[in-house]
Structure formats: structure tokens, C-alpha cells
């Protein structure tokens, strides 16, 4: 329980951020443009409010709601999720929406997703400011990786050491951003590998990244010996004798030389007991031990990576800001790049709401992996709202550039039918994906 409430903290943390400046943006220009902000929430307030105050100077009701799923600003003259036909029905008045230029309009609606891509870069660079950039040539992971049947009817062998993609290097920092080398593996037209101390390259086959991710399985990952590097107390490894420095070697006599092959084989036989075989002191030696519905009998393997394997770099103030504007933008690259696997049918079944979003922040609080999240999600917010999509910015946006093209507006009627439709279409997707979740937990 207490993890639980651990990820939901830094969940609404991180998600009041984002909103927060995001919201800031649109009320920013309005107030430029000299556009009433009539109400401005933290939060969604629905029948209720936490907190709110109202400023006799602007007329701006400042509140936060009680329900921690965004925020709005709500514009004086807009047609938008309040719906508000009664105003709109009314004479325009000069400090209302829709009596502004277009193109002041446009820069209002577009400010808060600007506003966030500017966040997620300033954060990136404050991380590798404060903590530096620590990361793992893939080049330097001697004992190479294990590849899953995809990769290898692609070419992959186990054993292969990564070099580079489309002469890229690839490498991994060890956080969400890693999104950026698997993506420029999947993409990639050819990968360098270093195999028997000679470099190969593998020509990937056309659709490759698909058939990855319908199988749901990871590409790749470090070959590991299976061999027990300490033992958690009170698991089926203690209790079946297994040791530090023991090396697994077959599961039920079926023979296994890496953790992958010991985790695939316990995968077959969860929920049951499995022989273990394994070599001790040169001798082999066999015990029973039950394998539980995570498929894990509790104990540790050592990765076989010193500190010398991996790099870090130190940025000043200044310098921080481009590797910063680099890490979001190839970021961003990945993500958009990605999003073409949502279209699916294997896609639309991996689709996660805040459940899943909670649980890509750690068990600890750990504030460099938070800032990392935090800067993450908001280029996701970023993109998303960006989408030509009636009821996010993206979609007013597109509306305002039709009215720009050809010099007359949709009409009122037109707009909140559409309107409508998007919100029916966003609260669809949201009910689904927490579905997804909730079915994950279930289930898995």
C-alpha cells in the first residue's frame, strides 16, 4: 500500500506541473490579447470546488478542483467543454474569444503546448545539470545481448554485442528516455554488431519493429549467466538451498546457459515445482524448488558491467541547454515514432491509463527518475494536445487555421457540434485505457 501511494504522489505531482504550465500559457497570451479569463482550475471542479477566489480586478475565478485529472482555463467568447451556449448566444463583447484576430486566437491555443515542450527542455537540462548524463554504450556490454525469435529470424544472434543503428550509436541511460535508442533500433535500415570479434551488419527486414511489438516481446536485453549473485530470504530459492556463486544449468533436465533461458523456462512452469540443476563448487547437484505466478524464484544475477563500461558527462549552465534541447527533440522523435504501433490491434490492447502511467515512477521517491518522468510526460501532454483532434488545442488549432485559409469561421453550430464529438471520443479513450488497466491487474 504504501508504494502505491508513493507512485500516486508523484503521479498528481508531476501531472499538476504539467497542467499548471500548460494552462499558464493559454491564460498568459489571453491576458496579452486582452481575452477575459473567466475561470482558471487546477483540477476539475464539478459540482465542487477545494479552493477558489475571485479577483475583482481581472474577473478571473482562481480555483483548484477536486478531481486530479487536469485543468482548464475557461475564455471569455469560447465555445469549449463548458458548453456555454447562453454567453454565446449574447452580442460579442470586446475582451471576448472569438471577437480577437485570428491569429491572436491561434497564438493563445497553441501557447500551452508550446509552454510544455519548453518545460520538458528546460527540466532535461536541469537534470543533466544537476546529475549529469550517465549512460551505457551498448558497444561496451561485452558479453553482448539475448535477442528474442523476432530479432533473431532478423539476423540477431545471441552473444551479439550492439554497436550502432543507421551509424548512430546506441546507448541506454537507464530511464523513460531510452524510448530514443529502442525506437532507433526498431526503425533502422541497418545495425552494426560486433560478433566473434569481427563487425557485422544486419540488414533489418521490412516491418520489423511491427512484428516486435505484436509480440509483445523485448528485442533485446543483456545475456546474463545464470548465476545466483545473492538470494532473497523466504523464497523458493532459500528454501530449495540455492547459494551465491551457484550456476543454474538446466530446468526439469531441459539445459539452460543464460537468465533469459531460465526465465523462459520458468515462465513455462509457473504455478508448479521445476528440478533445478546446478553446478556448485564444479560439482552439479539438483533440487526442487516451486516457481510462482510471477514466474521468479527470488534471487539476483549480476549483470557483469563495471563502472568503467559506462560514461558520464558533466554540463555547466549553459552547455546544459542544447543537450537538453537534444534529448527532448530525439525524445519526441521516438514518441511520435512509436505512436503508429497504437493503431493496432496489439497496440490498442497495450493502451494504459494513469494506472500505467503511476507505475512508470519507481517504488522510492527518486527525484532525478521523477524530473526525467516529469519532462517525459510532458512532451507526451505536448503531442497529444497538439493532435487535430475537436476538444484539445490541436483541434481548435486546425478550425482557427481553416478560418485563416479561407477567411470565414465554421459556425457556432457547427463548432459545438464538434465540440461534442470530441469530448465523446477523448472520454472514450479514457475509460478504455483505464479499463485496460484495471483488466491488466486482474489478469496478470
Known amino acids: ?20 504550465v500548460h494552462e499558464f500559457g493559454h491564460f498568459l497570451f489571453a491576458r496579452i490579447f486582452k481575452v477575459r479569463v473567466e475561470k482558471a482550475y487546477l483540477f476539475f471542479d464539478p459540482w465542487f470546488s477545494l479552493f477558489k477566489y475571485k479577483s475583482k480586478k481581472n474577473h478571473t475565478e482562481y480555483g483548484i478542483g477536486w478531481l486530479p485529472l487536469g485543468g482548464y482555463v475557461k475564455l471569455a ?14 452580442p460579442a463583447k470586446p475582451w471576448e474569444f ?31 545539470f544537476t546529475w549529469g548524463d550517465r549512460y551505457l554504450p551498448l558497444k561496451n556490454v561485452k558479453n553482448g545481448m539475448t535477442f528474442s525469435q523476432e530479432a533473431k529470424d532478423a539476423g540477431f544472434r545471441d552473444g551479439d554485442v550492439l554497436v550502432s543503428a543507421d551509424g548512430k550509436d546506441l546507448v541506454l541511460r537507464g ?43 523485448t528485442p533485446y536485453e543483456f545475456w546474463t549467466p545464470a548465476k545466483v549473485d545473492s538470494v532473497v530470504a523466504e523464497t523458493a530459492a532459500d528454501k530449495a538451498g540455492l547459494m551465491k556463486g551457484d550456476s543454474l544449468v538446466a530446468v526439469n533436465q531441459k539445459p539452460i546457459s543464460s537468465f533469459a533461458q531460465l526465465r523462459a523456462e520458468l515462465q513455462t512452469n509457473k ?13 552439479v547437484s539438483e533440487t526442487r524448488a516451486y516457481v510462482d505466478s510471477a514466474a521468479v524464484l527470488g534471487f539476483t544475477v549480476s549483470s557483469g558491467m563495471s563502472k568503467d563500461d559506462y560514461k558520464h558527462d558533466d554540463y555547466g549552465f549553459f552547455a546544459s541547454f542544447p543537450k537538453g534541447v537534444d534529448l527532448g527533440v530525439n525524445t519526441l522523435k521516438a514518441y511520435v515514432a512509436q505512436m503508429r504501433f497504437v493503431f493496432n490491434k496489439e497496440g490498442v490492447k497495450n493502451l494504459g491509463g494513469f494506472g500505467a502511467i503511476g507505475n512508470m515512477f519507481p517504488a522510492q ?15 507526451v501532454l505536448a503531442f497529444m494536445n497538439i ?33 461534442i464529438t470530441g469530448m465523446v471520443l477523448l472520454f472514450g479513450l479514457l475509460i478504455f485505457a483505464n479499463g485496460n488497466d484495471i483488466v491488466r491487474a486482474i489478469f496478470d
Open 1 to 20: 500500500m504504501e508504494t502505491f501511494f508513493i507512485k500516486a504522489l508523484q503521479l498528481i505531482l508531476s501531472l499538476s506541473i504539467l497542467v499548471a
Open 77 to 90: 467568447g469560447m465555445i469549449d467543454e463548458s458548453m456555454d451556449k447562453e454567453q454565446m448566444a449574447q
Open 98 to 128: 472569438r471577437i480577437k484576430p485570428a491569429w491572436q486566437r491561434l497564438i493563445i491555443m497553441a501557447a500551452g503546448v508550446i509552454f510544455n515542450f519548453i518545460l520538458a527542455i528546460f527540466i532535461l537540462s536541469m537534470v543533466v
Open 175 to 217: 530511464s523513460v528516455l531510452d524510448m530514443n535508442v529502442l525506437m532507433q533500433y526498431l526503425d533502422a535500415e541497418e545495425v552494426i554488431v560486433q560478433r566473434e570479434g569481427a563487425l557485422r551488419t544486419i540488414t533489418m527486414p521490412e516491418g520489423f519493429g511491427d512484428e516486435v511489438i505484436a509480440s509483445k516481446n
Open 271 to 283: 504455478n508448479d515445482s521445476v528440478t533445478i540443476s546446478y553446478v556448485r563448487a564444479g560439482q
Open 365 to 379: 521517491w527518486d527525484w532525478l527518475h521523477f524530473w526525467t518522468m516529469t519532462a517525459f510526460l510532458s512532451l
Open 387 to 419: 493532435l487535430p483532434i475537436p476538444a484539445l488545442d490541436g483541434g481548435h488549432i486546425m478550425f482557427l487555421l481553416y478560418e485563416m485559409i479561407t477567411r470565414r469561421p465554421p459556425s457556432e453550430k457547427f463548432m459545438e457540434y464538434a465540440q
